[in-house]
Each structure stands twice: as C-alpha cells, then as structure tokens.
C-alpha cells in the first residue's frame, strides 16, 4: 500500500502543483470584511478537494465568523490508529503590495520556488498533508491508518470558533494523535519537530493620580504625576539583567530534564547567531540559562507601549493624571495565566504609592503546551523525516503561542492522557510569512508528501503494534 502511495506521489507531482495553485488563488484574507466570501470559498475547496479524492462524511460547518470544514475515511485495519490532521486556509493581508515581485494570489513558479500569499503559510503544508491522504486512497483505494480533517479559516484571526467546534464535537474528533504542519524546518534538510509552545497573558495596566492634568509650575513636587509612577512600578517588574522580579511568578515553572536540556541546546539558536538577527549589541535574560533555552522554555515579560501625558513636539509642562502601558508575559509549563494574572497584580498594588491608583486588565491569555516528545507518535515523524530528507530532525519547543493545542489537549484525551500532537515543519525560515514575497520550496513540498505517506504507514504498523502491547 505505502509503495503504491509513493509511486502516486512521484508521478502526480504536477497535479499536486496544480491543485495547490488553485487554493492559493482564492484571496481568502480572513481579517478582511471584504475578503469573507473569498475565506469561504478557500473552505469549499478544501470540502470539495476532500470530497473527490474520497473522505466520507465531508461536511463544511457554520459558524459566527469563518467556515470550518471536517471529513473522514475511517476504513483502516480495526486495530490503526487515527490521525487528526489540522489545518487553516485562511492568510493574511498582503500589504504592502508594493513590495511583492509577483501578484500575492497569482501564483508563479520561479526555480524552485512557489511565490502566492498562503504558499508556506499554511496552504502549502496543509495541501502535503491532505496530498499524501490522497495518494494512498487513488492509487491503493485505502489508508494505513483513520483519518480525520478539521480545517479552519480563523488561524490568522486567533482561531475564535475552533475552541467550540473542538468542545461540541469532542466525541467525532476522538484520535490517537493529531499532526499539524505549520511551521518551518530548520534548513532543507533538517526538519524541526515542535514538542510545545509557550502561553501568553496579555495585560493592560492603567495608573491615575489624579482626576485632571496639572500645570507642572504651580502644582510641581506636590501632585503625584502619573508617568512617573508607572514607571516606577515598571521598574519593579524586573531585575536589570531581564529576570522577572514578581513575588511567586517562577514557583510554577517546570525544571528541565538533562536530557531536555541537551535536545533544546543542540538546536541553531547560540549567542552569536541570534546577536546577528536582532541586531542587538547584547543579549538579555537569565545567566543561568543558554540562549536556546531562554527563547523557548523560560518565561518573559515585556512592556509593549505607554500612552498618556504630553509627546507632541514642542514642550508643554504638564503633570499627567493618566498613564496606560501593555505588558505581556510569555508563560511555560506548568504556570497558569489566571495564577499568574493575580500573582501580577498583587504585587502592582504592593508596589503602588497611596497617592496613585492602580487598576491591572486582562486582555488576552492562553496556556502553555508541552507534549511528551518521547511519545512513539512523535518518535516515527522523526524516522520518518530522516527515511525522506536523510537527517535527523530537531525538537524544539516554539517560544510563540498557539491557544489550540492547549484546547485539543484539554478535549481530546485519551485512556486521561491528552492525545500527543505532531508538529512537523515543511516550510524555510526565509518563506517570508506573513510577509510580502511569500513562497515554498517545491522540493521540501515533494519530499513532504513523500514523507507523510511514509509516516502514516509507520503510524499504521508501529503505533497499531504498541498499543495492543500497552493498551493503556
Ligand atoms: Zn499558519
């Protein structure tokens, strides 16, 4: 079956071109009013797509925003696993247009390169995975293992439907592992295998000292001024070298294994290769722990902007009443934003003078994600990206946030376990994502497909084998 598959594959590399040149042609922007039809659109060609090369039960599902779409071929051996692929088709804007060498939604071929806006970001990916679906089923008629699709059109716009579908249809979405391909690979050669991502809590701090401004002349060294206050209690966030210096705000951080340690330290980011993409003259954060480290598994807080008081041009000497400053913390395993929201805000009132008052917002959080990295789920991608790009990949944990695998992990569990989702890379780090000239590289797209057939069918005989081992 998997050898029917990879010859498919290699002969219907045009076909699979041309089917995702015509996805990428849908202008499906999904922060943009305008762009609504379009999103949709994106989402009935996925449904149709699904629906020609054979998935049963392919169904477009409404919500208050962007369409969602599932499907599913559940004909595998009783004892296969299931897979639940994730995927969005929605992009982002592509201003500014000027700066693109090809039409953003006129796909073209340039060497090895397919420039459109979505190409990497996740059409292209997205499209290798649904492609390997379909290269077992033409050529074999089946599949090693189940398949499940739930594909959204909100991804770019913080996923705001996806976390009901997910909680609604619990039972439907029941898999042995979920697989996602969403980011890129570390070079053409070295996949990245992402075991986590870190949360986020995004707060807004409002200081008040006063019901009005003040004139700085005839009030000055009486009338508490607000910026000077927020400032100080900034000042008090952290410790000079970028250390979080909130009473409590480590207590919850998950230490690392040595062998994480190792795994997280054999990746690309070092001192010098980071000092040269953020053009800093010197990096900051916790000595104690290597650049590598502090991207991704250590918590961050940082302050966004202030606004209030006077920054016209000119000089107006004013003492302001008001000042407002965004401060977000990236958080990791096991820290809970809600924990960490009230932890804050004890220590703002602590630090708060009685001549201001201090009121902290939240505005936006999500959890943390680790997934056991040593789950033979996880450990098969590996093989099977070094049987199809001839290296072993690298595990990292991503320093972003993705709040849907903190909600996939809460809803779909397993035997109380939550099911382990495989993160594969399939794009560049220089695909210029969300970013004029967008592309993918055609050979990783290629091999990709090569590499999924490949993995459902280790998934197909090595998962299905370990678990009648250890049914639980
Ligand atoms: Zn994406």
Redesign the pocket.
């Known amino acids: 079956m998997r050898d029917q598959a990879l010859a498919y594959a290699s002969e219907h590399q045009q076909l699979h071109i041309e089917q995702l040149m015509e996805l990428l042609c849908i202008p499906s922007v999904s922060t943009l009013p305008e762009h609504k039809p379009a999103v949709r659109r994106a989402a009935e060609w996925v449904r149709n797509y699904l629906q020609n090369i054979g998935m049963s039960r392919v169904e477009l599902i409404e919500t208050t925003g962007h369409p969602a779409v599932y499907a599913e071929w559940l004909g595998a051996d009783p004892s296969a696993p299931t897979v639940l692929i994730y995927g ?1 088709y929605d992009v982002q804007p592509t201003d500014p247009d000027n700066e693109w060498r090809t039409s953003p939604f006129s796909p073209t071929v340039i060497g090895d390169d397919l420039y459109a806006r979505g190409a990497a ?2 059409k292209g990916p997205f499209f290798a995975l649904l492609a390997a679906v379909a290269c077992y089923l033409q050529s074999a008629g089946r599949i090693p293992v189940n398949i499940k699709v739930l594909a959204e059109g909100e ?2 716009v913080t996923s705001t439907n996806l976390p009901l579908i997910v909680a609604e249809r619990a039972t439907q979405l029941a898999c042995d592992t979920i697989l996602i391909a ?1 980011h890129p690979m570390a070079t053409p050669e070295v996949g990245i295998l992402m075991y986590g991502v870190r949360g986020n809590l995004y707060t807004e701090l409002e200081v008040r000292t006063l019901p009005h401004d003040l004139h700085s002349g005839t009030f000055g060294g009486v009338a508490p001024n607000a910026f000077n206050v927020i400032c100080q209690i900034i000042a008090t966030l952290t410790d000079q070298h970028g250390k979080i210096a909130v009473p409590g705000f480590y207590d919850r951080v998950r230490e690392l294994s040595t062998d994480e340690r190792a795994l997280i330290n054999g990746g690309l980011a070092n001192e010098a290769v980071v000092l040269a993409l953020t053009g800093a003259s010197a990096l900051i954060g916790e000595a104690e722990y290597s650049v590598a480290e502090r991207m991704s598994v250590r918590p961050t807080l940082d302050v966004h902007g202030i606004r209030g008081g006077f920054i016209g041009a000119g000089s107006k000497t004013v003492i302001p009443a008001v000042a407002v400053a965004k401060i977000s913390m990236r958080t990791v395993p096991d820290q809970d934003s809600h924990d960490l929201f009230a932890l804050l805000d004890a220590h703002i009132q602590s630090v708060t003078p009685p001549s201001a008052h201090a009121m902290l917002r939240a505005l936006d959080s999500s959890q943390p994600t680790i997934i056991n990295y040593q789950h033979l789920a996880v450990q098969l991608a590996e093989e099977a990206y070094r049987l199809t790009f001839g290296a072993t990949p690298l595990y990292m944990r991503g320093g972003g946030s993705l709040p849907i695998l903190a909600e996939f992990q809460q809803q779909l569990r397993q035997n109380g376990h939550p099911v382990p989702i495989v993160m594969i890379g399939l794009g560049l780090p220089d695909d210029n ?1 969300h970013a004029p000239n967008e592309k993918l590289h055609l050979p990783i797209f290629y091999r990709g497909i090569t590499m999924i057939i490949r993995y459902f069918a280790l998934l197909g005989t090595e998962l299905a084998a370990s678990e009648r081992l250890h049914p639980d």
């Open positions: 969005h970001d996740d991804e770019e969403d994502i």
